[in-house]
Every structure is written in C-alpha cells, then in structure tokens.
C-alpha cells in the first residue's frame, strides 16, 4: 500500500490532525443532531423546518466529508466512528422526544453557533502551519455562517 507523504513538516500535521479531528467530530455530531430535530420537529412551520433541517444534515455531512479528506490528504486516519463522535463531541445532545419548532430552531442555532466558534479558534491555530486547510477552515465557516442566519431567520 502506498504511503502518503505531505510536503508539511510532521509536527504541523499533528497540529493541523488535531483541529481537523476535532472539526470532523462536530460536524458529524451537527449532522446527526440535525436529522433528530429533523424526525422529531411539529408546530406550525414544521415542513419549512423539516426540509430545512435535511439541507442543514446535507452541508454537515459535506463538511464532514471534506474534513475527513484532508486528514487523508496529510496523511493521517480520520475517525468518524459513532464511539468517537459520541465520546469526543463536546456539543450538547438535543432533548428525547419530539421538539416544538420554534425550541427545533433555538436547540440547532445554538450548536451551531458553538461549532461556529470554535471553528474560528482554530482559524488562529493553523494559519501558520497549513494555508490549505486553513482555506477550508474558512469556506466552512462561510456555510456554517450561512445556514445559521438562514436558520435563525425563521425565529419569531
């Protein structure tokens, strides 16, 4: 099997690792957070909300996706096992049962602005050791940003 080699110096993968890692989790744990709203939405705007929340589930997973990819890219095993996402997500589970849309909207909006943040932390972090995965820091923090107004757009 053939090694992937990055032009980076190893201790800037391990540093880059870490924060792709950590965005990978988020972004799947956003992603399965988003289809439990998604089942368990009612109220007045359920079906906005509802297909909402499977556009929301679409760009996490896509996110996702991107991040695991260019862990591989430097040549490091991304993990996006559900143990993992379970015990290293740092974002707070949504309530058991069905959620009222307008709670849906509130619960959603605040993890993402979460993981909005802590995407922008880690802009800081990498900038010097990797522009390129610092560029893709930014493009998702752009749809982050995006569909937390859009989302945030529908509050009362």
């Known amino acids: 099997m053939a090694q992937i080699k990055s032009p980076l110096k190893e201790q800037a993968i391990q540093g880059v690792a870490v924060e792709l890692q950590s965005s990978l989790v988020e972004m799947i744990d956003l992603s399965l957070l988003g289809k439990q709203a998604h089942w368990n939405v009612f109220g007045p705007n359920f079906l906005s909300l509802h ?15 991107e991040m695991a990819e260019r862990c591989v890219t430097l040549g490091v095993s991304p993990d996006g096992l559900a143990k993992t996402v379970a015990s290293h997500s740092r ?20 993890r993402m602005g979460t993981v909005i943040q802590r995407q922008r932390e ?4 990498i900038e010097a050791q990797d522009p390129v995965t610092h560029d893709l820091f930014i493009k998702s923090l752009e749809t982050l940003e995006k569909h937390h ?6 509050k009362a």
């Open 122 to 125: 880690r802009l800081e972090k």
């Open 149 to 154: 107004w859009m989302l945030r757009s529908q």
């Open 51 to 65: 297909q909402q929340l499977d556009t929301l589930v679409d760009a996490f997973r896509l996110l996702s996706d």
């Open 91 to 110: 974002l707070d589970p949504l309530p058991p049962g069905r959620i009222p849309d307008a709670q849906a909207i509130e619960l959603m909006c605040d």
